[in-house]
């Protein structure tokens, strides 16, 4: 376990500002207490510093995870965000589009979001942009990247994909071996 | 038993019919033939479909050329080596392409190019010299030459005024490694001009000091890097001898260095980089803009449409009828589009 250095540090708070923008701010100034980010085998979890410090007793190999999981670098460098990191982002989320009940079985079975699926979007989402998915009944489901704007959005066919995978809460039960 | 001799004979016959003749005959065109190189050529011209048939053609074209080869070969003169039945070629008729390309002319030596400036031209000397002294023929060269040169030079006399103790023949013998050494210098200056080396004209050169290893800071390098060219970079290497080893820099090779676990500039650190990346300057971003606007047009048709609705739904609520009202939107819709 170890403190990331500045080029992951800035991967990762590339990555999340897609998602919430310059509200990482809130995830690192907390009143309730201190917060870090950690590295431990590729994966960085976010976690309470005193917790961190009640981990760092254990040995490097032994430690499976500590807080939670927000996501992994690859080989390349390039940093992955996980579905553990959807309770941390949801709140703060700058962009979201919300799917009707129908599309919302296939966007959890790791499916690109329809038009016809589309229930909301936020105004002036731009495209490629980093975006939270939540069901009507407002429950986060996952994330995902605009793939039209909001404007486009209105004018799209119905089968054409508004919104690109990239994480749903299906996740947990079809990849829990990879999400510790 | 009584054998039918007609009866084999037509068999024979008809078995041999079967088999392919060698009595081939060539299409519109002459073959080329070159016994020389074994070699034939079919200039006839191949049907142009790509089928079996045509490869079947292919085959009997080639048996064919084969046997036409085989029909000349066997026509030549045949001549027996050692219990050997053999063929005499002809001479090839077929120029063949060379090996090898052809050598570059060898690039003139400084003398050489001299000479053909001036326009000297080497006389040709003849190989024997007649020696008044030895009565006989000595070879200008070689080692006969030598050898007749001891013979004749067994006495030598001091020139003029030499040093008594200066021994001739061992001042002779000094005289030819020093002319050899001469030659062989530049015989190396010519091949260097000749490769474009630039070399330095005259004196001693630092290269010669780096060669003997005179110069001490050369020799420090030379072991700082012998040390560290190991698989390991020189990590389990033993110690250099005392002087040397002191010397020795540490090794210039950045260490990856990470951030203590716990420390409380961390906080202050990472608000920095958030910093550097949320304040980057805005980019102009032409499908945002255009994405902005498109948006924004839509915006405002809405909201122009919303208005023109409410001012017409006012009839709506009016004592006149309804279907007045939606008639009045219809063309406040159809006026706009104007």
């Not at chain 2, 005392?242 to 990472?270: C, Y």
């Amino acid at each position: 376990m170890r403190p990331l250095t500045e080029d992951e540090t800035k991967a990762l708070f590339e990555k999340l500002s897609k998602y919430i923008g310059e509200n990482i701010k809130c995830l690192l100034d907390r009143p309730d207490g201190l917060y870090c980010f950690r590295l431990q085998k590729d994966r960085v979890f976010y976690v309470q510093e005193k917790i961190m410090k009640m981990a760092a007793t254990f040995p490097r190999d032994a430690l499976m995870s500590l807080g939670t999981c927000f996501g992994k670098f690859t080989k390349s460098g390039k940093f992955r965000l996980h579905i553990t990191a959807l309770d941390f982002l949801a709140p703060y989320a700058k962009h979201k589009v919300w799917l009707k009940a129908s599309a919302e079985q296939q966007f959890l079975y790791g499916r690109n979001a329809m038009k016809s699926g589309l229930g909301r979007i936020t105004e002036n989402t731009d495209k490629y942009q980093g975006v939270v998915v939540y069901s009507m009944s407002d429950l986060p489901l996952g994330f995902g990247v605009a793939a039209k704007a909001t404007a486009e959005c209105r004018h799209a066919e119905p089968m054409s994909v508004v919104c690109f995978h990239q994480a749903d809460v299906g996740e947990y039960i079809r990849n829990e071996a990879m999400l510790i | 038993m009584p054998v039918d001799v007609s009866g084999v004979l037509a068999q024979a016959q008809g078995r041999a019919s079967s088999l392919p003749t060698c009595q081939v005959e060539s299409g519109p065109l002459e073959w080329v033939l070159d016994p020389g190189h074994l070699l034939i050529s079919d200039p006839n011209a191949l049907g142009d479909t790509h089928s079996v048939e045509q490869g079947n053609q292919l085959d009997d074209r080639a048996r064919k050329n084969a046997q036409v080869l085989m029909n000349r070969v066997f026509s030549l003169p045949i001549v027996r080596v050692e219990e050997v039945t053999c063929v005499a070629l002809p001479a090839p008729v077929t120029p063949l392409p060379r090996e090898k390309p052809i050598p570059k002319p060898k690039p003139l030596t400084k003398w050489e190019k001299f000479a053909q400036e001036k326009g000297i031209v080497q006389k040709k000397k003849t190989p024997m010299v007649w020696d008044d002294v030895v009565k006989d023929w000595i070879p200008r060269f070689g080692y006969k030459k030598a050898v007749a040169e001891q013979t004749k030079n067994w006495m030598m006399p001091y020139k003029g005024n030499a040093p008594d103790d200066e021994d001739p023949f061992e001042k002779a013998i000094e005289s030819k490694r020093e002319r050899v050494a001469k030659n062989e210098l530049q015989r190396l200056r010519n091949v260097a001009r000749n490769k474009k080396v630039k070399i330095p004209k005259v004196g001693v050169t630092p290269m010669v000091e780096k060669q003997t290893g005179k110069n001490p800071n050369d020799l420090k390098k030379a072991a700082e890097l012998a040390k560290k060219s190991t698989a390991s970079l020189g990590k389990f290497q033993p110690n250099l001898p005392g002087s040397l080893e002191k010397n020795i820099k540490p090794s210039q090779g950045k260490k990856r260095k990470f951030d203590p676990l716990v420390s409380a500039t961390e906080k202050d650190k990472n608000m920095k980089i958030l910093q550097q990346i949320t304040s980057k300057a805005p980019k102009l971003d032409l499908k945002k803009a255009v994405g902005r606007e498109m948006f924004h047009q839509d915006q405002e048709r809405e909201t122009s449409k919303r208005q023109t609705a409410g001012k017409k739904g006012k009839g709506r609520f009016n004592k006149k009828s309804g279907e007045r009202a939606k008639k009045g939107k219809a063309s406040g819709r159809g006026g706009k589009r104007r």
